[in-house]
């Protein structure tokens, strides 16, 4: 089953917590992003693609270009940092909203994709992203198949990453 999300109405009421756990004004994420060439002579094949990300949180990673633009494979790169984001912000919703229901998961794995192709201006971009989760679930309630949907639609309607981006997000299960 495909359910399409992106643009449809949710019979799922907005998440309401507690204050302090969900800033009800607007809140800053901030990165930075440090590259350096390191001596490598700075022609396109040749300069270094590694650079780091740093997190508000104390977290550092190496990132890279896609293998395709001469990045290093070993690296995670914007693409797939794109998809793991609107897979990661579904996810979370998505159980927010199971908990407040009453449902109880176990685990929630999802192995997104995402399609890079040409956009209606011609231009290179990830139109699509295709969601594939798999829950475990446990407990006696066990949300029926329109009781998934509507929970898998509430999730995207109330992401917001996937709020903030023109990408057609679907759940295929």
């Known amino acids: 089953m495909t359910a399409e999300i992106g643009g449809q109405a949710s019979s799922i009421p907005p998440l309401q917590f ?23 002579e700075f022609v396109y ?22 293998p395709a633009y001469l990045g290093n494979p070993a690296n995670v790169d914007p693409e797939e940092a ?4 609107l897979s990661s912000c579904h996810m979370l919703t998505f159980l927010a909203i199971a908990c407040k229901q009453k449902f109880v998961l176990d685990d929630y794995t999802d192995e997104a994709v995402g399609h ?19 829950i475990t679930w ?17 999730a995207h309607d109330q992401c917001f990453i996937a709020n903030s981006v023109k990408t057609e997000v679907t759940v295929v299960q």
């Open 138 to 154: 446990s407990g006696d309630k066990k949300p029926n198949a329109e009781e998934l949907d509507k929970m898998h639609h509430g």
């Open 18 to 40: 507690q204050a302090g756990v969900l800033y009800k004004g607007m809140s800053e994420h901030k990165v930075t992003l440090r590259w350096e060439r390191g001596g490598a």
């Open 116 to 134: 890079m192709e040409k956009n209606a201006e011609g231009r290179l971009a990830i139109t699509r992203v295709e969601l594939h989760p798999k």
């Open 45 to 66: 094949q040749k300069y270094p693609r590694d650079h780091s990300w740093s997190f508000d949180g104390g977290h550092t990673m190496t990132a890279s270009a896609a």
């Open 82 to 85: 794109f998809v793991a984001s």
